[in-house]
């Protein structure tokens, strides 16, 4: 397990500590609930970073990453709903599609032993929506410059959840190529 391998374990493992914070009551405890779940995302950028870097692309973490990172915003978000920092509708339209997006990869997986690359749009776009969780939470908990991060948080969704369905599309297409033809599931790399 290399160490990009590693960041991506840490980011689920701290999925319990999200809900953690958010679910108990004590000082500040929707402030650190936000803080680590920000820290937790900021992980996914960091982890295909060096992962890139240094050489240390692996196939586990090929696979690793696109999980923790929907093990981590859907736990934030259920925590986030149940305590009213983050709509209902908006946390659906993120979760319905994570759901339907793992159940085709992982039926793929079992049935023809074969991978869905993960697209460069499908990455902008769930750090859009990383970023629009946590600056729609600041906002909604009231935090120091709660309509500026509203703001802010709005507009990172409206162009995270477009550019999600449009990657989910090209993701239905990669399963169909893939369901065809198994063994070169590969996106063209241009888009």
């Not at 980011?11 to 650190?32: E, G, K, Q, S, T």
Request: include cysteine.
């Amino acid at each position: 397990m290399t160490f990009a391998d590693q960041l991506t374990v840490a980011r689920a493992a701290a999925v319990p500590v999200v809900i953690v914070l958010f679910a108990w009551d004590f000082p500040n405890h929707y402030y650190w609930g936000t803080a680590v779940f920000a820290v937790a995302m900021a992980t996914d950028w960091v982890d295909g970073a060096i992962a890139r870097a240094t050489g240390q692309v692996s196939e586990l973490g090929k696979i690793l990453d696109p999980v923790a990172d929907r093990l981590a915003i859907a736990a934030g978000l259920i925590a986030l709903v149940v305590r009213d920092a983050f709509p209902l509708w908006a946390a659906l339209l993120i979760l319905v599609r994570d759901v339907a997006v793992l159940l085709a990869g992982l039926v793929l997986l079992s049935r023809r032993r074969v991978r869905i690359d993960v697209r460069h749009i499908g990455k902008v776009a769930t750090f859009a929506l990383m970023t629009a969780i946590g600056f729609i939470a600041w906002g909604n908990l009231g935090y120091a410059l709660a309509p500026a991060a509203l703001a802010c948080g709005w507009a990172f969704y409206a162009v995270g959840i477009v550019e999600y369905y449009v990657a989910t599309v090209l993701y239905i297409g990669d399963l169909r190529h893939a369901w065809r033809v198994p063994g070169d599931p590969s996106p063209d790399p241009a888009t």
